[in-house]
C-alpha cells in the first residue's frame, strides 16, 4: 500500500510538472523582441529625440503671450519636480533594500536553523529558495517588462545623448525593474541592485515630466507640464544622479556620475537641480534608515548611511607600497578589460542563438545559473578547513564566530568545533553587501587564507560574467566591488608579508582593489573616486583611489572601450563620444552626406504627395523650399515627420488652393497649440497607419511655412566633419542642413552683441534678434557660442 501511494504521488508530481512546463511562456515564432536589446544592430530600430527648440508658428505665438510670471511658474515646477524625483527615488531604493535584507535574512536564517540538524536539507531549502526568487525575477521581465532587463544604463546614456530606445521609461519597466530587482538580488545571484536604481531614478523622472502614464490611468492635468524632451532630458538627467545617490548614499557621487558618465549637455542651472535631488534622496534614505533602526523592517535597519566604514582601518601608507599599489591599478585594467571582452561576447552569443529560442529558453537559461550560483555558494565551503578563532580583541569589537547571512566576520559554516569560522564561507555564503564589508574590515589580518581568496575570484569571476546579460535587471557596481576587493586583499596579504609592517591593513588593499576593477571595467574617474570616498568614509585613501584609477583604466582603454560603451554599441544605440574620430578631420560635411538624394517639400504641397512620401521613406525631417519672387529657390525651414502626422490626422489646414497663406500679415488663424505637436514619452505617437483619408482629402493642399522650423542650424558643404560632430553633439541636433557656401554677408556677431543687459530696452533686443533672423534665432546663437567657446565671431 505505501508502494501504491507514493507511486501515486510520483506520478502526481509528474502531472504537475507537465503542467508548469506547458503553462512557461515560449515564443517560438520569434515575433517579440529580445530582451533588452533592438530588433536590428545598425540602430534602424530606434529614433533620435528632438533637443532642439521647434521655432515654428505655433511656438512663437505661444512665446510671445508668456510672460514673466509664466517664466517664474516654469522655474518653479522644475524645482518642484526635482523634489519629487528625489523622494520618489529615495523610497523606491527603500523598498528595494529593505525587502532584498529580508529576503536574504530570513533565507539564511531558515538554512542556518536546518542545517544544525541536517546539512542536505538546508542545501535543498537554500537553493529552493533562491531559484523561487530568481524565478519571480525573470517572470516578470519575461512577461510584464521586457525592457527592465539589464542594468539599463547603456539605455538611458543613449537617451540623454538623443537617442531613444521604445520601452526604456515605461511605467510597466519601472514596475518590473522594481519587483525583478528584488527577485534577482535577493536569490543571490552575481549581480547588484545599483544599476538597476539609476534606470528606476530616470523612470520616475520621465513619468513626471510626461504627467503620469495614461495606460495605467495614473495621469494628471496638473503634472503635464512639460511637453519638449529638452525638458524631459533635464528631468532624466535628475533621476540618473538620485538613483545613484540611493544606491550608494553618495549624493555627490550622483551628480559627478550624472555629469561624468551619462549626460551629454550639461550647464549650471541643471547642476544646481541634480544637487538638490541627489541632497533629498540622502534625507529620504537617513530618514528611513533611522526609521528601521528601531526594528520596524525586520532584519534591515542595522546599517549605516556609510556602507562600508574602514574609518579605523590604514591610517597612512609609506613610499614602497605605492608600487603593490600601481600593480593593483594594473591588475583592475587587465581583468577590467577582459570583463568587458567576455561579456561582449557571451551577450552576442546569447543575442544571436541562445534566446531567439523563446521566453522559456530565457526562464531556462536564469534558473540554471541560479541553481549552479547556489551549489557553488553552499558547497564550495564545505570542501574548505576551518580554522581556529582569532585570539578576542575588545578594540576590535569583532566577535568570532558568527552564524551564516549574520551581519559579521568569521562565519561558522560546517565546522567541527563552537571556536571556528569557514573563510570561505565568509565571502560566499553570505549576502553581497556584508561580503564586501568583510573584505573591507580593518584589524582583521590573516582571516582569509590565499586558496580561498583566490577560489572565490575565480568562481565570481565566472559568474559574473555568465550572470551578466540574462533576462533579469542586474547591476555591475557591486560584483564589480567583489572581484576587485578578493584580489587587492590577495596583493594586500603578499605586502604584509613581505614588509612586515604591523600598520599594513589588508583591507586598505581591498579597497583600492575594488576602485581598480571598476575603473578598469566601466571608465569612470572622478565619479568613481567620490563614490569610493562617500562609502567608505575614509578621506585619507583619496590620493591612492586617484592613483589607482588612473592606472587601471589607462590600461583597460589600451585594449577595448568601457562596459556602457559596448554593450549601447550592441544594442545598436549610435552614442556620439565625447571626442570626434580622427579620420573625421580630413572629411567635409558634403562627403559625409554621400551621393544620398535630398527628399524635400515644396512651400505649399499636395496632401497625396505628402502621404507618398512619408510611406515611402522613414525619414524624420524634410527641408522645406519656396522661391523668391527673383526664381531663386531658398530653403525656409525644416518640418518634422511627427508634425507633418499631426496636420493630416488633424486635416484642419487642408486647403483648396495651391496659394501660400499670409504669414506677414498675421492672418492666419491659430488651429493648433503648440502641445499637439508633442511626442508622447511613452508611445511612438501617430502613424502612418493610423491617418485615413477620403480621395477628397488627398486632393488638397496644406501651406507648410506655419508649421516649420525656420532656423534649423545650417553648415557649408566644405565644413570639417570634426566641427560638425562638434555641433551636432554638444547642442543636442536631431538634423543639421548642409548647403553651398554662402554668397554674400548681411551681418557678423561677436561676444559683445550677445551680452544684453537686464534693463535694456526692449525695442534694441527686437531689432538685434530680427536682423538674424533669416538663419537661425537668437537663442540658437547664444548656444553656439556658449558651447564653442573658440569661436569668437559668427557670420550672418
Not at 537559461?365 to 564545505?382: Q, R
Amino acid at each position: 500500500m505505501t508502494g501504491a501511494m507514493l507511486s501515486n504521488h510520483l506520478q502526481n508530481g509528474m502531472e504537475t510538472a507537465k503542467l508548469m512546463w506547458s503553462r512557461l511562456p515560449n515564443n517560438e515564432d520569434g515575433d517579440d523582441d529580445d530582451v533588452g536589446f533592438l530588433k536590428k544592430n545598425d540602430g534602424s530600430s530606434v529614433e533620435s529625440l528632438d533637443y532642439e527648440v521647434i521655432e515654428n508658428y505655433a511656438y512663437r505665438e505661444e512665446q510671445a503671450q508668456r510672460g514673466k510670471l509664466y517664466i517664474g511658474y516654469y522655474v518653479g515646477v522644475k524645482w518642484f519636480f526635482a523634489l519629487l524625483i528625489g523622494i520618489g527615488t529615495g523610497l523606491a531604493a527603500v523598498l528595494i533594500n529593505i525587502s532584498v535584507e529580508n529576503f536574504a535574512g530570513w533565507k539564511y536564517s531558515l538554512t542556518f536553523s536546518i542545517i544544525q540538524k541536517s546539512y542536505v536539507a538546508g542545501f535543498i531549502v537554500y537553493v529552493l529558495i533562491n531559484l523561487a526568487l530568481v524565478f519571480s525575477s525573470v517572470y516578470i521581465i519575461t512577461q510584464f517588462a521586457p525592457a527592465a532587463a539589464g542594468s539599463g544604463i547603456p539605455e538611458i546614456k543613449g537617451y540623454l545623448n538623443g537617442i531613444d530606445t521604445h520601452g526604456i521609461l515605461f511605467f510597466r519597466t519601472l514596475i518590473g525593474k522594481i519587483f525583478g530587482s528584488i527577485g534577482s538580488v535577493g536569490g543571490g545571484l552575481a549581480l547588484g541592485k545599483e544599476g538597476p536604481l539609476v534606470h528606476i531614478g530616470a523612470c520616475i523622472a520621465s513619468l513626471l515630466g510626461q504627467g503620469g502614464s495614461r495606460k495605467y490611468h495614473l495621469s494628471s492635468r496638473w503634472l503635464q507640464v512639460f511637453k519638449s524632451d529638452r525638458d524631459r532630458r533635464d528631468l532624466v538627467t535628475c533621476g540618473c544622479a538620485a538613483g545613484v545617490a540611493a544606491a550608494f548614499r553618495a549624493p555627490v557621487g550622483g551628480v559627478l556620475f550624472a555629469l561624468e558618465e551619462v549626460t551629454s549637455w550639461w550647464r549650471s542651472q541643471l547642476m544646481w537641480r541634480v544637487f538638490f535631488t541627489s541632497a533629498i534622496v540622502a534625507v529620504v534614505v537617513r530618514i528611513a534608515m533611522g526609521w528601521c533602526k528601531s526594528g520596524n523592517c525586520g532584519h534591515f535597519g542595522f546599517g549605516g548611511f556609510i556602507i562600508w566604514d574602514i574609518s579605523g582601518g590604514q591610517e597612512d601608507y609609506s613610499f614602497r607600497e605605492l608600487f603593490p599599489m600601481a600593480v593593483i591599478g594594473v591588475i583592475g585594467g587587465l581583468l577590467g578589460a577582459l570583463f568587458n571582452q567576455l561579456t561582449l561576447f557571451i551577450t552576442r552569443w546569447r543575442r544571436n542563438y541562445l534566446h531567439k529560442k523563446g521566453n522559456r529558453v530565457k526562464i531556462i537559461e536564469v534558473c540554471l545559473i541560479s541553481v549552479i550560483t547556489s551549489v557553488i555558494s553552499f558547497g564550495l565551503p564545505l570542501f574548505r578547513n576551518c580554522s581556529p578563532c582569532p585570539e578576542a580583541d575588545a578594540s576590535s569589537g569583532i566577535e568570532c564566530p558568527n552564524a551564516p547571512g549574520v551581519y559579521g566576520n568569521y562565519v561558522n559554516f560546517y565546522c567541527g568545533r563552537d571556536k571556528e569560522y569557514n573563510d570561505l564561507a565568509t565571502i560566499f555564503f553570505n549576502t553581497q553587501d556584508d561580503a564586501i564589508r568583510n573584505l573591507f574590515s580593518a584589524k582583521t589580518i590573516h582571516e582569509f587564507s590565499a586558496k580561498s581568496l583566490l577560489t572565490f575570484l575565480v568562481m565570481f569571476y565566472t559568474l559574473a560574467v555568465v550572470t551578466f546579460g540574462t533576462a533579469v535587471p542586474a547591476g555591475q557596481f557591486v560584483p564589480g566591488i567583489m572581484i576587485g576587493s578578493t584580489y587587492g586583499r590577495l596583493v594586500g596579504m603578499f605586502v604584509v608579508n613581505f614588509y612586515q609592517k604591523l600598520n599594513i591593513e589588508e583591507g586598505t588593499y581591498a579597497l583600492l582593489g575594488a576602485a581598480s576593477f571598476l575603473g578598469g571595467s566601466m571608465r569612470m574617474t572622478v565619479s568613481l573616486c567620490v563614490i569610493m570616498v562617500e562609502i567608505t568614509n575614509n578621506l585619507k585613501l583619496l590620493p591612492l583611489i586617484m592613483l589607482v584609477l588612473l592606472i587601471s583604466k589607462a590600461v583597460g582603454d589600451a585594449f577595448n572601450e568601457g562596459l556602457y560603451e559596448e554593450q549601447a554599441r550592441l544594442r545598436g544605440i549610435p552614442l556620439l563620444e565625447s571626442r570626434p574620430k580622427n579620420q573625421m578631420r580630413n572629411m567635409t560635411a558634403k562627403e559625409a552626406c554621400g551621393m544620398q538624394k535630398v527628399v524635400y517639400f515644396p512651400r505649399t504641397t499636395k496632401v497625396a504627395d505628402i502621404v507618398s512620401i512619408l510611406r515611402s521613406n522613414s525619414h524624420n525631417g524634410f527641408p522645406v523650399l519656396d522661391h523668391s519672387r527673383s526664381g531663386e529657390t531658398l530653403v525656409i525651414g525644416l518640418v518634422l515627420r511627427s508634425h507633418l502626422l499631426v496636420l493630416l490626422h488633424s486635416k484642419a489646414d487642408f486647403q483648396h488652393s495651391p496659394l501660400p497663406s499670409d504669414l506677414r500679415g498675421r492672418s492666419l488663424p491659430i488651429r493648433h497649440s503648440l502641445s499637439e505637436f508633442v511626442k508622447p514619452a511613452s508611445s511612438k505617437g501617430i502613424s502612418i497607419d493610423d491617418i485615413h483619408l477620403s480621395s477628397d482629402d488627398l486632393e488638397m493642399y496644406i501651406d507648410l511655412a506655419p508649421f516649420v522650423n525656420p532656423s534649423p542650424y545650417v553648415v557649408p558643404e566644405d565644413m570639417s566633419l570634426t566641427k560638425v560632430y562638434n555641433l551636432f553633439r554638444q547642442l543636442g541636433l536631431r538634423h543639421v542642413l548642409v548647403v553651398p557656401r554662402a554668397s554674400r554677408v548681411i551681418g557678423m556677431i561677436t561676444r559683445k552683441d550677445l551680452v544684453i543687459e537686464d534693463n535694456e530696452d526692449s525695442t534694441t533686443v527686437e531689432l538685434q534678434s530680427t536682423s538674424v533672423r533669416s538663419l537661425c534665432s537668437f537663442t540658437h546663437i547664444c548656444h553656439i557660442f556658449l558651447n564653442f567657446a573658440y569661436e569668437d565671431h559668427v557670420l550672418l
